[in-house]
């Protein structure tokens, strides 16, 4: 079993900045590919970034990619989003997940751990 928690969310202007993180406790962290997930108003529940074990390889959606950052440090057992450049278009509620390596990294239903979401807001 792994436990997730995110923080970091919050209410930013466009344009402006914010970094999640997610605190994994649980099973050996470095096994798992991490992602993150958001979940508009309204909307489906859709991939954002994803992180293989070792943090070699990164995946992103196309509407974030140059924007967002995922990245991971093993020994603390966490997982950040560095997002710049924001847009209303991003508020939702975000998500981290993790699953054991293989499979499609964009997929909700391969993630195993959910963690209970963090509201990010951006204004106009």
């Known amino acids: 079993q792994v436990q997730l928690v995110e923080s970091g969310g919050g209410l930013v202007q466009a344009g402006g900045s914010l970094r999640l993180s997610c605190a994994a406790s649980?099973?050996?962290?470095?096994?798992?590919?991490m992602g993150w997930f958001r979940q508009a108003p309204g909307k489906e529940r859709e991939f954002v970034a994803a992180?293989?074990?070792?943090?070699?390889?990164?995946y992103y959606a196309d509407s974030v990619k140059g924007r967002f950052t995922i990245s991971r440090d093993n020994a603390k057992n966490t997982v950040y989003l560095q997002m710049n450049s924001l847009k209303p278009e991003d508020t939702a509620v975000y998500y981290c997940?993790?699953?054991?390596?293989?499979?499609?990294?964009?997929?909700?239903?391969?993630?195993?751990?959910w963690g209970q979401g963090t509201q990010v807001s951006v204004s106009s």
């Open positions: 649980g099973r050996t962290f470095s096994n798992y590919v």
């Open positions: 997940a993790g699953k054991l390596s293989g499979g499609n990294y964009y997929s909700i239903k391969e993630y195993d751990y």
């Open positions: 992180i293989t074990w070792a943090g070699v390889r990164t």
